[in-house]
């Protein structure tokens, strides 16, 4: 990886303005491929009412967490405590939210209407830029997305962002795909993590169906998780790897697959998130989809 690479152009972003049903397996192939699609303005219902009443929401004490989460599946608000006064309203604005986003994704990218599975929305009312977190929860290093309690087994991680901040963008950097960046780094230098054995990923697998808290995680989600981590420790990808930067205005939609497209968040208040995993067989473009990049290069299977 060279300082060269890293000043060529890398066109990262495509912007929507209208779509068609007729569309979709593009956009599809798009994300797959590693772009991020935007919309200047949400294209699904997200009322003003509600966005200002998450301006007027404030992270102090103890009443809330860095983030407001909601699991749609289960319908639960995380991140409030139970005796605050805008904790039913907060529940019905995420729960909205949440609602919208998936009608909307099941129409826009038709391939993958049924085949999803509702991961959680949030809330991210915090100011990005300057935050004083460990290394390996910094948002400002590039990286990519695994789950340590809710391995995918394959599955890829799409999230549709929203900035809802009245004046100010939200600032990402990008980086190459994962199926162009990853086979060259891995000439180059050796990546892998400490894997379970057979019987401990056994055992974790048992525990797992008999409700126990052990997250049930495949060679890939464990290769995953050691590639966020050694992403954010390596000064020289940090530094040199291909990436562009990309500003989100006030009022705009995206999405990505986090897994895929290395991201880091520079700067930016007041955002909504829906997560959503999309298993491998609803994919359009599966040659390009981090597992079967992995299993490529390892020359076995990651996932089974």
Not at 27 to 45: M, N
Not at 140 to 148: E, K, Q
Not at 206 to 226: C, Q, T, W
Request: hydrophobic share 40%.
């Amino acid at each position: 990886m060279t300082a060269t690479k890293a000043l060529e152009p890398l066109a990262a972003l495509v912007e929507v303005d209208a779509y068609s049903p007729d569309q979709a397996s593009w956009y599809c192939d798009q994300l797959e491929r590693g772009k991020v699609i935007s919309f200047k303005k949400a294209p699904f219902d997200f009322a003003d009412d509600d966005k200002s009443f998450l301006l007027s929401q404030k992270q102090t004490g103890s009443r809330f967490h860095k983030n407001i989460s909601y699991l749609p599946g289960i319908d639960i608000l995380k991140g409030v405590s139970s005796n605050s006064p805008d904790r039913a309203r907060l529940h019905q604005v995420m729960q909205h939210f949440s609602q919208e986003v998936t009608r909307f994704i099941s129409r826009f990218l038709a391939p993958y209407a049924g085949k999803l599975q509702l991961d959680f929305a949030s809330f991210r009312p915090l100011e990005e830029h300057g935050r004083d977190l460990p290394l390996h929860k910094r948002n400002d290093l590039l990286h990519v997305d695994a789950f340590p309690t809710r391995p995918t087994r394959g599955g890829r991680i799409l999230r549709v962002f929203a900035n809802i901040n009245p004046s100010v963008d939200r600032v990402w950097k990008v980086g190459e795909p994962f199926h162009d960046f990853l086979p060259e780094l891995m000439k180059a230098q050796s990546i892998d993590p400490p894997y379970r054995s057979s019987f401990g990923r056994t055992m974790a697998r048992v525990a797992n169906k008999i409700g126990l808290p052990v997250p049930d995680r495949s060679r890939y989600d464990e290769f995953m998780l050691h590639l966020h981590d050694w992403l954010k420790e390596n000064g020289d990808f940090q530094k040199n790897a291909r990436k562009a930067d990309l500003a989100f205005p006030p009022g705009c939609v995206w999405m990505v697959f986090t897994d895929g497209v290395p991201h880091a968040v520079m700067s930016g208040q007041f955002a909504l998130e829906q997560t959503f995993i999309v298993p491998p067989g609803a994919l359009v473009s599966p040659e390009a989809a981090p597992v079967r990049v992995l299993e490529t290069i390892k020359g076995m299977p990651m996932a089974s």
